[in-house]
C-alpha cells in the first residue's frame, strides 16, 4: 500500500511539473504571440497610405497636415503638406527604421537622427521619430504578460515591454482586448520609469485600393498620443491605403530629400 501510495504522489509530482512547464511554455508563447498581432496591425503593406496629421494643444489651438506615407517594404517616406503652406517636411525612415532622416523644406535642412535623436519630439508633436520609423516591436523588445486588467468592464491581457537597448524608453505597456485580440493602448515610460504618454490605437474602416479593386478593411486607423507633460493630443488618421502605387526607389534616397 505504501509503495501505490508513494507511486501515485510521485506520478502526481511529474503531471504537475509537467503542467507547470507547458503553461510556463504557453505563456512566454502567449506574450510573444500578443507582441506580434501589435506589428500585424501597425503594418499596413507597401505602396502608399494617405492621411491626416493633426496636433491639439492644450490651449485647443491645433494644426493640420496632409500626410502621405510611401512604403517599399523595408523604407518609408513621409511627406507633410499643410494647407497654404505646401510641403513642409519629409521624415525618411530606412532599413526598417534603424536610420532615420528628417528634412526641413522651408529651412532647406537635413538631420540625420542618431539612436538618442530618434527619441526626440518630431515638429513639436507626441510622437517621436522611432514611433514612426516602422521599427518592429518584436525585435526591439522582449514582452512579459502581466496580471489582467478591467477597463470598463472590459477585460485587457497586460503586456510589460522592455527594450532591447535601452534608450529613452524604458518600459512599455500594451494592452491587447481578450475578447477581439486587438491592440488598443501603449503606455510609454520614460528613463525614469515615469509614465509620459499614452498612444490609444480606434478602430475604423479604412478604404484599400488594389488596381481596379476597392475594399474597405477594418484596421487601427486612429492613432491618438496624448503627451502628459505637455496636454497636447497627437491624431494620424488613416484614410486610404493604395496597393497598387509602387514608389520608385529613388524616392528612398537620401540625397532626394532636398528635390
Given at each position: 500500500m505504501r509503495n501505490v501510495i508513494l507511486t501515485f504522489a510521485l506520478t502526481a509530482l511529474i503531471f504537475s511539473t509537467a503542467l507547470s512547464a507547458q503553461g510556463a511554455g504557453e505563456n512566454a508563447l502567449s506574450a510573444q504571440e500578443l507582441l506580434a498581432r501589435l506589428d500585424r496591425e501597425l503594418d499596413y503593406g507597401k505602396g502608399l497610405v494617405k492621411g491626416t496629421y493633426v496636433l491639439i494643444r492644450r490651449n485647443g489651438q491645433s494644426e493640420t497636415w496632409k500626410i502621405n506615407r510611401f512604403f517599399n517594404g523595408e523604407d518609408a517616406l513621409y511627406l507633410f503638406d499643410r494647407k497654404g503652406r505646401g510641403l513642409e517636411s519629409k521624415l525618411l525612415t530606412k532599413d526598417e527604421g534603424e536610420n532615420v532622416f528628417f528634412y526641413n523644406v522651408l529651412a532647406a535642412k537635413l538631420f540625420r537622427k542618431t539612436d538618442d535623436e530618434k527619441y526626440e519630439s518630431m515638429m513639436g508633436t507626441g510622437f517621436f521619430y522611432v514611433d514612426l520609423s516602422g521599427y518592429s516591436y518584436q525585435a526591439n523588445y522582449?514582452?512579459?504578460?502581466?496580471?489582467?486588467?478591467?477597463?470598463?468592464?472590459?477585460?485587457?491581457?497586460?503586456?510589460?515591454?522592455?527594450?532591447?537597448?535601452?534608450?529613452?524608453?524604458?518600459k512599455l505597456v500594451l494592452l491587447v482586448s481578450k475578447k477581439d485580440l486587438k491592440p488598443y493602448r501603449i503606455d510609454f515610460h520614460d528613463r525614469d520609469g515615469i509614465l509620459f504618454k499614452t498612444l490609444n490605437l480606434k478602430y475604423g474602416s479604412v478604404k484599400v485600393k488594389d488596381g481596379n479593386k476597392v475594399d474597405d478593411l477594418t484596421k487601427a486607423s486612429r492613432w491618438e498620443m496624448l503627451d502628459l507633460n505637455t496636454g497636447s493630443i497627437t491624431v494620424w488618421e488613416i484614410q486610404e491605403i493604395d496597393k497598387s502605387v509602387v514608389p520608385d526607389p529613388s524616392l528612398f534616397a537620401v540625397d532626394n530629400l532636398s528635390r
Open positions: 522582449n514582452p512579459l504578460v502581466n496580471a489582467d486588467l478591467e477597463i470598463a468592464g472590459e477585460m485587457f491581457y497586460r503586456v510589460s515591454l522592455k527594450p532591447i537597448l535601452p534608450y529613452f524608453y524604458k
